[in-house]
């Protein structure tokens, strides 16, 4: 299955808004959790369906509804009529291979985006498809599966730890996204760190496997660089946008995320660059190495394939060849073969192969 | 034939808006077919000429009118007439070579498009030239020839799917946009399927084969986004355009096409990085064969050449060569010659070639 | 001499306007040719100066007056004079070198460009520089030498046919940088068809005639590149001008000129990527063909090196050789050299060389 | 550790503002000096906290603060309650991997920069974060370590020599900055000079050494590119700022940083092509190399393989083998071997390999 | 010394607007000289200091002030206080490494500018630092050392040709820019025609001159683009610049220039993908020929390998070896050989080796 384009299979003729989950389920069932706290109390509460979760929210509290599977065309439907978001942002929720980006719809800002995590055993980088839903007093998460990454948020905000439970809805919602943030530097420097301890491998030695490294090290950058461009338009676009939902006073956070992003996106492109020189290093040590075998074949063939033309001469068994009956022939033979050796290395001297 | 330039005889001097056919025929007889619909009834029906046809159209309704095959001359300048459509544009309709474009003439709104196939067995991509003409209760969409890829929209219709029946003509219109850019995506999938396939032999065996896969995949890739790129220049106008063919209500539809159309862009821009870096892999790789076939030719002519030549030292016929007549000389011999082995294994093995 | 920088040796220091004539001398003497014409008649005429041609000048028509041959100073100053053109003007119409582009002088809007044809035998396009210059009722037309570009847009002006002439002399103008232009899709389809017949010969066998082929091609693209981008930006600023000798009717016409220059530079990006990767295609199969032909040698080497070795040691003439004198050592040597020589093939097979 | 992105331990989940020094610790205490200056008087002191160096301050003095170690926490944040930046900000001051970006932050306009320095020894740049705050009499600046950049600055105020001592704090913020540009200046000059030093070495002779120098300055191109270019938009940025720190009187030395950083960068560029070029150079000496290696093996092995042969037949032990019994034979044979020798040559030499 | 950026030994420290010359010094002693002219009359006079000179001003007249030689501080000084030019500017005229840039100050507008020179025994290019001061009345220009760029100009001005001597400074200030720019083009004309020369060289015989050549083409055309690039901004700006020291009659003019560097730098970058295209052509080339050289090799081995075996097996001294008694066998064994010969060569054939 193409990597880059996970569900090709696009139904012909589907009505924009319909809704189809077509990635890869990744749980067995869909686990809906709902967080509702301002700065004296926090709730939580776990529900079966929407309707129950929804219920549950608080009024005067920030309600965070986190979503954990994609697969139940119900939920989804049912959140898109409580909250208001039209057929085609649900149709997005769901469509794991969506691009990232910024919706506005109705009285709700919608982001799309893809977590990203970086399997250092098998050296690949893997996405899962993200989507935020800020409305004016709730904030509403939607994951592939249940993943960890959003776990540190939680704490923080259960053991009541720095300026999340006093705030609004935005700045949890510029947590939650800097936080996917945080992980795309994460899972560059990984990536990265696994690129520049190449490096001395290639100057060294250079054993095959390292060709392969490389190439995958291309393919987990341009994966990458496929998540982080479009999220660095999303992120320019939140810095600049005029909307009531985001204060202005969240503003510089909302800079410094975009600012993280475009470091990231740096730090990328030199990596990809890296790859390339690394690339071009490898073959031109191979092609040194390639030089340096055929020199030892050629000194070794110029130096004792004529020796051997000359013993194949006095080999032959000719009635008449004066040279076999002189007494000092044969050393003669190995004078002249001596001296032939010698004239042979200083010329590859001369030549500066040895 | 030059590919990327169908036809390219062109008649110099010609007018412009003289309607010259210079494609190849792909159909016998033009075939014009007509749709009218509203949200109650619909009609079909298939018409010899497209008088007849025009005079069938409703009221009330939404006519849809597709005519398949290019070359009948009559028939392009009788829409024409009919619709006010200028030279220029009729043209263009006929014009196979024409690259996408959006143009709005009269009180229409047109766009040229390449409906793209992927011949799987051929690895190839085909296109198709396409155009639709968008007016207040009418849709007229002209093919080379029957295809298939309005089919499903017309199913829909015909069962009344979806939104189709009761909404006016600009959605129409941005289904059968949809519809030739999912196929994009398609293409585009089937075609990275085959790139990432090719991924696997050339970093494990390296036949031939594989060198002409990958530039005849870079070809079809330079295909596809000569086709894509102009594409996303309609969708980007159709965005932004301000008409009163298009319903505001639409605008996030056409929103979501030009997403669609950017998102497959980028993924072509990576299969396009991806073929040119599995192509240096594959030379890397040749290099490295090429590197162990020279040291295994090295060794054995290093170790075996400099053996032969003592050998034939003592196979010379000199009547005086004393070492002949010593009773252990040739297990003397012997034994130099195994030492001499070990003394080049040890070196070969000390540069690491074994 | 440079061909990409016709005439370098400039005069330095010479005056702008001081009107030198820098190119080659394509004929002998300068042409002077009168069309006048209007919807009911068409007057020809030829002129040995530029004075008697512009007294026969037809009021309510259209003068369409060509010149042919840039040599002559006098012609060129003369011109100058009548039409109100500043000497900069008339020295970038005698500057063969002159980068396409556009200027508005006085009551003149003047257009510089490239006509292009291409050799087939000598593989190469060759420029000839042209200038329109358009009136409120005349167009003069300058070329280098008769060439036959625009003669059937004389035919039909004879003739009577399409639209010409009953229409402003912005229509012709438009129709003889359209001729211009079909002339560039032309000369990129004659060369794109020979880069795309490579193809075939590099994929299947590669002689090094393709080399040099390729080498051309890739000249010859930067050089229709050269000529055809500031044509580009020309059609571009027609486009959008605003100025009283452009009916605003004809912006069509103006619009899917700057399209069909659009769609011939996208062309030209496509053979230029092309013929890179024709030059890395041919150097991969180099790499692959010197590799197999290494693979041959090598395999030779190795199995009969060892095999030859063993035959010169029992070709040595020592005294005491025991095994020489066993009955079976022979076919005992001949069979273990046949082991030798299987143990090697498999050897090889196993490397998947054979 | 990953060079490119030097604390990638991000503590997911921390607050934004919370600061955490993540760098190498560079220095054991920090170190605080205070000089207060205006055109008459100038007073130095040196502080163990915050505090009193805030209370040292001079009104009608130009205060520079400079504080070098950005380990201790407590410093920056009262720094951070005085001067009222904000916790972001601080963050940042810390954060030595803080990409340069200038912010506006209450009444201060920071600057955050990369300090480069280079490493002729070890053939590396190294970078050290470096953050300018500039208020309405006082500026203040924070270092990794106990740098002397800084000091030829010092002198001049102490010694009062040219402008610095009689004007405002953005001309002495702009000569901090200036200092630091000069330096990229001196890095990239330092690693030009390596570079075309490598150039002879190249074309001479062509040892393995060169080719890791090559890689390393094509990463330690890159790491300049990666901290001068971020530096451009600061100084882009500065010149075109609208505030009120900044004296218009002083765009002139404004424009002429953003100018210096220009250059810097442009060199840079020119640096980085000039090194891809010298590994395509390398290579190209490479492959030569090992054609005329090959060249010399192909000749020798030509020219004595068949006459190698020709001995090889008459020195079988035929019982009927005529030609040995011919007085002349061994004669003939020496003959025919050396025009046989001669006819090699010359074929070699038409083939221009010798 | 770093080429690309000569003077690195910048003071840290220095304040702007120090005047420190920092390049070679090309000429002894400054020399100032002056011609005042109007259409009527013309004045040339030279002078030890500025002082003198500047009481020699006509007024009425033009006057244009040439000073050759920038090392002499009080020169500079003297310029800059009597025409109001700010210590930046006068440390921009002297700093040799200056970026071609323009300037407004005061009453003037200065532009800085590199005159080329193309040395064509070296093969090098050489750049000397241009300034000009255009004022109300007066023009300024200052040069390394004494060229006689300017010559062609003061000629024309001494007798009086073309426009010159009736025109404002402004003409005086477009000729001089435009004597340096054609310069530009005539640089790169010769340096294009030494690159267009190699070109049969490469495709025909492949020494390793060449290598070193286009290698040093590249390195010139880098060097061209360094100082023609932002030339091209100059000009640009002085196209669109609204000053009262331009008269907008000339306007015309200042486009024109822009134009002629456009032109070239176009041509410059033609010149630039042209070299890239021939180092590759070169290293196809070398492919090619060593995988000839290979062939030849391999057939020589392959046929001549196996031959002397089976000499080498009948060359043994085996006792019993039924073989060597038999009347023919020598003719046999020759006749097999001569068959396994040909069949080789049929091989080598098929393989279309040969």
């Given at each position: 299955m193409a990597r880059f384009l996970k569900n090709r299979k696009i139904l012909m003729g589907k009505s924009p808004g319909e809704i189809h989950f077509v990635g890869k389920q990744k749980m067995e069932q869909v686990r809906i959790r709902l967080m509702s706290y301002n700065a004296q109390n926090?709730?939580?509460?776990?529900?079966?369906?929407?309707?129950?979760?929804?219920?549950?929210?608080?009024?005067?509290?920030?309600?965070?509804?986190?979503?954990?599977?994609?697969?139940?065309?119900?939920?989804?439907e049912e959140v898109g009529k409580h909250f208001g978001l039209s057929p085609l942002v649900l149709d997005d929720i769901v469509n794991t291979d969506q691009r990232p980006k910024m919706v506005e719809d109705g009285n709700n800002l919608i982001v799309f985006l893809k977590m990203l995590s970086f399997n250092e055993l098998e050296n690949r980088i893997s996405a899962e498809h993200v989507t935020l839903v800020l409305g004016n007093n709730y904030l509403i998460s939607f994951q592939e599966k249940v993943g960890d990454f959003f776990e540190p948020i939680r704490n923080r905000l259960r053991q009541n730890i720095g300026r999340l439970r006093g705030s609004t809805p935005d700045y949890l919602?510029?947590?939650?996204?800097?936080?996917?943030?945080?992980?795309?530097?994460?899972?560059?420097?990984?990536?990265?760190?696994?690129?520049?301890?190449?490096?001395?491998?290639?100057?060294?030695?250079?054993?095959?496997?390292?060709?392969?490294?490389?190439?995958?090290?291309k393919i987990e950058i341009s994966y990458l660089r496929k998540a982080i461009r479009p999220?660095?338009?999303?992120?320019?676009?939140?810095?600049?946008?005029?909307?009531?939902?985001?204060?202005?006073?969240?503003?510089?956070?909302?800079?410094?995320?975009?600012?993280?992003?475009?470091?990231?996106?740096?730090?990328?492109?030199?990596?990809?660059?890296?790859?390339?020189?690394?690339?071009?290093?490898?073959n031109t040590n191979i092609n040194n190495s390639a030089n340096d075998v055929m020199k030892v074949l050629t000194i070794f063939a110029a130096i004792f394939i004529p020796l051997t033309f000359i013993a194949g001469i006095y080999g032959?068994?000719?009635?008449?060849?004066?040279?076999?009956?002189?007494?000092?022939?044969?050393?003669?033979?190995?004078?002249?073969?001596f001296i032939l050796a010698l004239l042979m290395l200083w010329f590859f001297r001369r030549k500066r192969w040895l």
């Open positions: 926090i709730y939580e509460s776990e529900h079966e369906s929407i309707a129950p979760a929804i219920s549950a929210f608080k009024t005067n509290s920030l309600n965070w509804l986190n979503i954990d599977g994609l697969h139940d065309k119900a939920v989804i919602f510029y947590r939650l996204f800097d936080t996917i943030a945080d992980n795309y530097m994460l899972c560059v420097g990984l990536l990265g760190e696994k690129i520049e301890a190449d490096e001395t491998h290639i100057l060294k030695n250079h054993n095959k496997e390292i060709v392969n490294n490389i190439y995958r090290h999220a660095k338009e999303v992120s320019t676009q939140l810095k600049n946008i005029e909307t009531e939902l985001i204060n202005s006073s969240n503003d510089p956070f909302f800079n410094n995320l975009d600012d993280l992003i475009t470091q990231t996106l740096e730090t990328v492109e030199i990596y990809h660059t890296m790859t390339g020189d690394q690339l071009n290093m490898y032959t068994n000719f009635d008449y060849l004066p040279e076999l009956h002189y007494r000092y022939s044969y050393f003669i033979m190995l004078g002249v073969m």
